[in-house]
Protein backbone atom coordinates (compact mmCIF):
# COMPACT_ATOMS: atom_id res chain seq x y z
CA UNK A 1 0.00 0.00 0.00
CA UNK A 2 0.69 3.73 -1.15
CA UNK A 3 0.27 6.98 0.15
CA UNK A 4 -0.10 9.60 -1.78
CA UNK A 5 0.00 13.43 -1.79
CA UNK A 6 -0.60 16.14 -4.66
CA UNK A 7 0.81 19.48 -4.94
CA UNK A 8 1.47 22.30 -7.65
CA UNK A 9 -2.22 22.60 -8.76
CA UNK A 10 -3.73 26.11 -9.42
CA UNK A 11 -4.79 28.92 -11.25
CA UNK A 12 -3.35 29.72 -14.65
CA UNK A 13 -4.18 31.52 -17.87
CA UNK A 14 -4.99 29.21 -21.18
CA UNK A 15 -1.57 28.82 -22.55
CA UNK A 16 0.08 29.05 -19.39
CA UNK A 17 2.15 25.75 -17.68
CA UNK A 18 1.91 23.81 -14.60
CA UNK A 19 4.06 21.42 -12.79
CA UNK A 20 1.78 18.95 -10.63
CA UNK A 21 3.95 16.31 -8.25
CA UNK A 22 3.07 13.29 -6.29
CA UNK A 23 4.69 12.42 -3.34
CA UNK A 24 4.25 9.19 -1.46
CA UNK A 25 4.33 10.00 2.45
CA UNK A 26 4.14 6.34 3.13
CA UNK A 27 5.03 3.17 0.93
CA UNK A 28 7.60 3.16 -2.20
CA UNK A 29 6.39 4.16 -5.66
CA UNK A 30 8.88 1.99 -7.20
CA UNK A 31 6.60 -1.45 -6.62
CA UNK A 32 3.91 0.39 -8.95
CA UNK A 33 3.02 2.03 -12.58
CA UNK A 34 1.98 5.44 -11.56
CA UNK A 35 -0.84 7.33 -13.34
CA UNK A 36 -2.66 10.38 -13.79
CA UNK A 37 -6.26 10.94 -13.66
CA UNK A 38 -8.46 14.04 -13.59
CA UNK A 39 -12.39 14.71 -13.25
CA UNK A 40 -14.68 17.72 -13.35
CA UNK A 41 -18.06 17.82 -11.35
CA UNK A 42 -20.81 15.13 -13.00
CA UNK A 43 -18.34 13.60 -15.32
CA UNK A 44 -16.43 9.94 -14.56
CA UNK A 45 -12.69 10.27 -13.73
CA UNK A 46 -10.65 10.50 -17.01
CA UNK A 47 -7.56 8.48 -17.66
CA UNK A 48 -4.46 11.45 -18.75
CA UNK A 49 -1.29 9.86 -18.52
CA UNK A 50 0.67 6.75 -16.70
CA UNK A 51 4.84 5.73 -16.35
CA UNK A 52 5.61 2.67 -15.55
CA UNK A 53 7.63 1.00 -13.10
CA UNK A 54 11.07 2.54 -14.08
CA UNK A 55 9.66 4.94 -16.54
CA UNK A 56 10.84 3.38 -20.20
CA UNK A 57 6.72 3.39 -21.20
CA UNK A 58 4.74 6.10 -20.90
CA UNK A 59 1.11 6.93 -22.23
CA UNK A 60 -0.84 9.67 -23.01
CA UNK A 61 -4.36 10.50 -23.62
CA UNK A 62 -4.70 11.71 -27.06
CA UNK A 63 -6.12 15.12 -25.50
CA UNK A 64 -2.88 15.86 -23.67
CA UNK A 65 -0.39 13.99 -25.59
CA UNK A 66 2.30 16.59 -27.15
CA UNK A 67 1.54 19.21 -23.82
CA UNK A 68 1.34 16.68 -21.11
CA UNK A 69 4.87 15.12 -19.99
CA UNK A 70 4.62 12.18 -16.89
CA UNK A 71 7.89 11.66 -15.05
CA UNK A 72 9.29 9.76 -11.98
CA UNK A 73 12.26 9.94 -9.99
CA UNK A 74 11.83 7.07 -7.49
CA UNK A 75 14.88 8.29 -5.80
CA UNK A 76 12.61 11.29 -4.28
CA UNK A 77 9.31 8.64 -4.30
CA UNK A 78 7.90 11.27 -6.84
CA UNK A 79 5.80 11.40 -10.01
CA UNK A 80 5.35 14.68 -12.31
CA UNK A 81 3.05 16.33 -14.76
CA UNK A 82 4.17 18.82 -16.90
CA UNK A 83 1.59 20.62 -18.18
CA UNK A 84 2.21 23.16 -20.86
CA UNK A 85 0.07 25.14 -23.51
CA UNK A 86 -2.82 24.43 -20.76
CA UNK A 87 -6.57 25.19 -22.38
CA UNK A 88 -9.74 25.92 -20.21
CA UNK A 89 -10.61 22.00 -21.01
CA UNK A 90 -8.14 20.97 -18.82
CA UNK A 91 -9.71 22.31 -16.01
CA UNK A 92 -10.57 19.38 -13.57
CA UNK A 93 -8.97 17.78 -10.01
CA UNK A 94 -6.06 15.79 -11.26
CA UNK A 95 -5.53 12.61 -8.83
CA UNK A 96 -2.25 10.47 -9.31
CA UNK A 97 -2.64 6.76 -8.61
CA UNK A 98 -0.88 3.82 -8.43
CA UNK A 99 -1.23 0.36 -10.10
CA UNK A 100 0.45 -2.84 -9.11
CA UNK A 101 -0.77 -4.84 -12.46
CA UNK A 102 -2.28 -3.56 -14.99
CA UNK A 103 -5.16 -6.15 -14.54
CA UNK A 104 -7.93 -3.69 -16.69
CA UNK A 105 -4.82 -1.79 -18.46
CA UNK A 106 -3.82 1.42 -17.65
CA UNK A 107 -6.24 3.68 -19.22
CA UNK A 108 -8.73 2.20 -16.94
CA UNK A 109 -8.87 3.80 -13.58
CA UNK A 110 -9.81 0.38 -12.13
CA UNK A 111 -6.72 -1.32 -12.10
CA UNK A 112 -5.09 1.37 -9.98
CA UNK A 113 -5.26 0.76 -6.03
CA UNK A 114 -4.06 3.55 -4.36
CA UNK A 115 -5.54 7.22 -4.87
CA UNK A 116 -4.28 10.63 -3.73
CA UNK A 117 -6.66 13.73 -2.57
CA UNK A 118 -6.57 15.66 -5.63
CA UNK A 119 -5.19 19.15 -6.53
CA UNK A 120 -7.05 21.39 -8.28
CA UNK A 121 -6.09 23.03 -11.44
CA UNK A 122 -8.14 25.67 -13.45
CA UNK A 123 -7.30 27.48 -16.47
CA UNK A 124 -8.81 30.90 -17.32
CA UNK A 125 -9.43 31.67 -20.69
Known amino acids: QVQLVESGGGLVQAGGSLNVSCAAS????????MGWFRQTPGKEREFVAV????????DYAASVKGRFAISRDNTKNTVYLQMNNLKPEDTAVYYC??????????????????WGQGTQVTVSS
Open 97 to 114: AAAFTSTYGFRSALSYTD
Open 51 to 58: ITWSGGYT
Open 26 to 33: KGTISKYA
